[in-house]
């Protein structure tokens, strides 16, 4: 069975600081991994996602993450946060060798602190 | 790309009413469809997954059920709605193969039930 952890349901930053979200995975298979992010009252939109080849993973918004298969983390960082960045994190597992549901971790809410 | 409508987006219902909420996929065919339900401060929560017409696997037990008369369209239902019911429904999609399980997710209704 996968699971997610995601380290810390809020995080709080300031504006032009690092950005680091944890995020440690259990699979007994190789992994899809994916960050999510959600405004309020909207849907999840989709930051980045890992599936084979190159293990840093550039996304939108200026947001990456690193799978490390010797740690089973993927954390999401950003060099510099904005304002804009406020809102909650998804982390999330699927299993590569089936069609099939992927498995979401509990969400890390960002705060951006002026 | 894939474009999920839900409606409505908002609605409140007392105590022991019916509940029907929709969502149809645009661009896409035959995808895994899900319902999801956030609670305040609880992360995601699978109720729901259809792989085909009439294909409904459920994942909490609960008052809430789930139909899928199309191809694209997926209805959560309810016969009587609980207090417990209140929260953010989501609905996602994915294609059922090639796609690494990367889900597509609506706007989301939120439903306030008093």
């Known amino acids: 069975a996968q699971s997610v952890t995601q380290l810390g349901s809020h995080v709080s930053v300031s504006e032009g600081a690092l950005v680091l979200l944890r995020c440690n995975y259990s699979s007994s298979v190789p992994p899809y991994l994916f960050w999510y992010v959600q405004y309020p009252n909207q849907g999840l939109q989709l930051l980045l996602k890992y599936t084979t080849g190159a293990t840093l993973v550039k996304g939108i918004n200026g947001f990456e993450a690193e799978f490390k298969k010797s740690e089973t983390s993927f954390h999401l960082t950003k060099p510099s946060a904005h304002m804009s960045d406020a809102a909650e994190y998804f982390c999330?597992?699927?299993?590569?060798?089936?069609?099939?549901?992927?498995?979401f971790g509990k969400g890390t809410r960002l705060h951006i602190l002026p | 790309s894939q474009t999920i409508h839900q409606w409505p987006a908002t609605l409140v219902q007392p105590v022991g009413s019916p509940l029907s909420l929709e969502c149809t996929v645009e661009g896409t065919s035959n995808p895994n469809l899900y319902w999801y339900r956030q609670a305040a401060g609880r992360g995601l929560q699978l109720l729901f997954y259809s792989v085909g017409i009439g294909q409904i696997s459920s994942e909490v037990p609960q008052n809430l059920s789930a139909s899928r008369p199309q191809d694209r369209q997926f209805i959560l239902s309810s016969k009587k709605l609980l207090l417990s019911d209140s929260g953010f429904y989501l609905c996602a999609s994915t294609f059922p193969r090639g796609s690494y399980n990367e889900q597509f997710f609506g706007p989301g209704t939120r439903l306030t039930v008093l």
């Open positions: 999330a597992v699927s299993d590569t060798t089936r069609d099939d549901k992927i498995i």
